[in-house]
């Protein structure tokens, strides 16, 4: 199947940048979209950023001007530049891609493990 490794989380101070990167392997036909979600301590997990493949982008509202997602398709890459960080920002961050494995196949979703980001304020 497919499989994400993330990379990139750390701890940071308010005001500071983090790149989150992800790479995904694995029986691959074609990616679709790729993005980043998030999970703060008792908070739903939330949609931070997705890119599909022609480029196009979106944000949730708490990120836009701060946060930029790219991806490398040649390399099945997929990255998360943070900056002006918050304590708010303070989450697992998940990747997630949707795949076709086979070109017959339909689109699943895969997730990566997660990455901690903290942010102090």
């Known amino acids: 199947q497919v499989q994400l490794v993330e990379s990139g989380g750390g701890l940071v101070q308010a005001g500071g940048s983090l790149r989150l990167s992800c790479a995904a392997s694995?029986?691959?036909?074609?990616?679709?979209?790729m993005g980043w979600h998030r999970q703060g301590p008792g908070k739903q997990r939330e949609l931070v950023a997705a890119?599909?493949?022609?480029?196009?982008?979106n944000y949730v509202d708490s990120v836009k001007g701060r946060f930029t997602i790219s991806r490398d398709n040649a390399k099945n890459t997929v990255n998360l530049e943070m900056t002006s960080l918050k304590p708010e920002d303070t989450a697992v961050y998940y990747c997630?891609?949707?795949?076709?494995?086979?070109?017959?196949?339909?689109?699943?979703?895969?997730w990566g493990q997660g990455t901690q980001v903290t942010v102090s304020s």
């Open positions: 890119i599909n493949s022609g480029g196009s982008t």
């Open positions: 694995g029986r691959i036909f074609s990616i679709n979209a």
């Open positions: 997630s891609v949707t795949a076709k494995t086979v070109s017959w196949s339909s689109s699943s979703d895969y």
